[in-house]
Structure formats: C-alpha cells, structure tokens
C-alpha cells in the first residue's frame, strides 16, 4: 500500500524558514514525479510545487517562486523537500505530498497519491 507521510510543519515567523519533508513507502518511487500542494483556510487547494522523477526539473506557483525551493534525494528517489524561506502569513496552510504514477505534477492536473498533510502557521 503506497503512503506518503510529511513531516516537519509547524510554527514559522514572517521572514523566516521551514523545510517540509515526505517519505514515500509501499512501492519504488524511483519514477514517479513528486510534489507539494497546500490548503489554507477557506480556500481551495492549490499547487506549490512539483519536480520530475529524476530531479533535474522542478516548477513553482507563482507565489513561491524564488522562495521556496523543492527537492528529491538522489538515490533513492522516494524522499521531497520543500525549503520554504521568507515565509509571509499567507503561506499558512496544511501542506500536502502528492505524486503520481507516471505523468507530470501540473497544477490543474491530478494526483493518484496523496499524504495526509502537515500545518504550517506563519504569524509574528
């Protein structure tokens, strides 16, 4: 059974920085393109970013790009980051991994796998 599991959410002041992380586990994810996603309060969930299975291409919303940056570890391949830096209260959400079997993480496209979010809270 797949799971994504996220960790590292929490408490954050304007300015400053939190790095999520997700673990996926139940299958290889060596192939799989990867991605973050967050739901703030009232809103719809929307894209953050994605990177590709082999790591060498990654894209952003518009509002966190130069910010936030997304990651994947080399060899394993079943392990994404997302370095969030300069946070604003505006990032506050839950923050979602997602993935999928084959095809491009785009922001209106599907996810075939979710994790069950972390709270990230930016406020002075």
């Known amino acids: 059974q797949v799971q994504l599991v996220e960790f590292g959410g929490g408490s954050g002041q304007p300015g400053g920085s939190l790095t999520l992380s997700c673990v996926a586990s139940g299958r290889s994810f060596r192939s799989h393109p990867m991605g973050w996603f967050r739901q703030a309060p009232g809103k719809e969930r929307e894209f953050v970013a994605a990177i590709t299975w082999s790591g060498d291409s990654t894209s952003y919303a518009d509002s966190v790009k130069g910010r936030f940056t997304i990651s994947r570890d080399a060899v394993a391949r079943n392990r994404v980051s997302l370095q969030m830096n300069s946070l604003k209260p505006d990032d506050t959400a839950v923050y979602y991994c997602?993935?999928?079997?084959?095809?491009?993480?785009?922001?209106?496209?599907?996810?075939?796998?979710w994790g069950q979010g972390t709270q990230v809270t930016v406020s002075s």
């Open positions: 997602a993935a999928r079997d084959f095809q491009a993480i785009t922001p209106l496209g599907p996810v075939d796998y």
